[in-house]
């Protein structure tokens, strides 16, 4: 419960220790888009997810960055599911890529691999020497399914990017989430598994490229005394105080992941014979981010909203697909019932990692 009562979706969970991180950092006087807490908290990204990272100011700039690595810009194609969140294709977008949007696995999910597939090949044969680029997203804690991402980008030629901004701590077949494709994202925004207030990350096996989106997010600046520039870059780099407060919820990770999955636990019980857990791949280890439920129904799916709100709880559907924004009208789109169906009768239940016993007597009241 908050100071104010109410029962958020997934507040952040912190405590003395992140408070003591950042008057630290506050103390060593490093106020800035750099230094020590930065360098720190980039090495203990890369000892979790197995690459290099590069922290930034969000997960939406990581993705910007990546967009600039790879070229992005008039007549790319940028392939993505259409359930997720609009940063995964929105620094695209704006450089003048065209999405291609793709349904929904119903077993897992995740991006439909055939839907992909076909699109892939179809483009392919539409436009030979097209740029094509895949933004995977890995939805509310789980991973996509990298394996055959990886092969059917490889055999049509496309660059795979991961967005991970929601599967941070993750495995996929015990791979870290993000550690598939050329380069991947993660997030720390308010709302994320762990947060930094706002702020994100590139990763990527290929250390240059996480060395590079680190020159973009500092302008571009060249290694000399004064300000040189041979390309215009972004001023995207991540504080060295939020950079402190993320070494503390780091720390707390594996605590957080798993309270995640004993509430998801906790909910699927309680829903047993009125709703279904979102579905996830056997081969991915979901952190249980959020606990998402599929119900009968789009009106019983409002009904428990509209109960959880009269206990003062939080509640969400599930993404919107970003075919059915009003921005993307028009779009490409590859299928489309599955990811309709799950907006229509998908909920984001309270899930915060310090959902506590007396939350849960309120919530019982349901
Ligand atoms: C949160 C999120 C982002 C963007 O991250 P920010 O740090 O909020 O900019 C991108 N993609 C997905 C799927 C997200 O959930």
């Known amino acids: ?18 408070r003591r991180a950042v008057e630290a950092a506050f103390e060593s006087k490093y106020i800035a888009p750099c230094g020590p807490m930065v360098d720190e908290f980039e090495r203990r990204l890369g000892k979790l997810s197995g690459l290099s990272a590069a922290a930034v100011s969000s997960g939406t700039a990581a993705l910007d960055l990546l967009m600039d690595e790879f070229n992005v810009g008039p007549g790319t194609f940028v392939f993505a599911p259409s359930l997720t969140f609009i940063a995964t294709v929105g620094p695209a977008v704006r450089r003048g890529a065209t999405p291609v949007f793709i349904d929904a696995d119903p077993a897992t999910g995740t991006i439909s691999i055939p839907l992909l597939e076909e699109a892939l090949a179809r483009r392919r044969e539409a436009s030979p020497s097209a740029p094509l680029v895949v933004v995977a997203a890995d939805l509310y804690g789980q991973c996509s399914d990298y394996d055959a991402l990886e092969d059917v980008c490889s055999r049509h030629i496309a660059t795979l990017v991961v967005d991970a901004a929601e599967a941070v701590g993750a495995t996929y077949k015990g791979r870290p989430a993000g550690a598939a494709g050329v380069a991947s994202v993660y997030s720390f925004n308010g709302n994320k598994i762990i947060t930094t207030s706002g702020g994100g990350a590139v990763l990527s096996r290929d250390p240059e490229i996480a060395a590079r989106a680190r020159w973009r997010a500092q302008q571009s600046r ?18 060295n105080l939020l950079a402190a407060l993320g070494i ?18 906790r909910w699927k019980q309680f829903l047993d014979g009125c709703a279904t857990p979102f579905p996830c791949s056997q ?11 599929l119900f009968e129904s789009e009106t019983a799916r409002d009904a428990m909203s509209a109960r959880l709100a009269a206990v003062n709880a939080e509640s969400r559907p599930a993404w919107k697909p970003l075919h059915l924004q009003p921005v993307f009208a028009g779009a490409e789109m590859h299928g489309g019932e599955v990811c309709e169906d799950f907006f229509r009768r998908g909920l ?17 009241l349901l």
């Open 283 to 293: 081969d991915v280890e979901s952190t249980r981010w959020l606990s998402v439920f």
């Open 1 to 18: 419960m908050s100071a104010d009562g109410r029962i958020y979706l997934s507040p952040p969970w912190t405590d003395a220790a992140e």
């Open 348 to 364: 984001c239940l309270p899930c915060g990692a310090g959902l506590g016993e007396s939350d849960w007597s309120r919530l019982s």
């Open 248 to 265: 503390a919820q780091l720390e707390k990770l594996p605590e957080i992941i798993r309270r995640k999955r004993a509430t998801f636990e």
């Open 222 to 239: 060249e290694n000399v005394v004064w300000y040189e520039h041979r390309e215009v870059g972004h001023n995207y780099r991540m504080s």
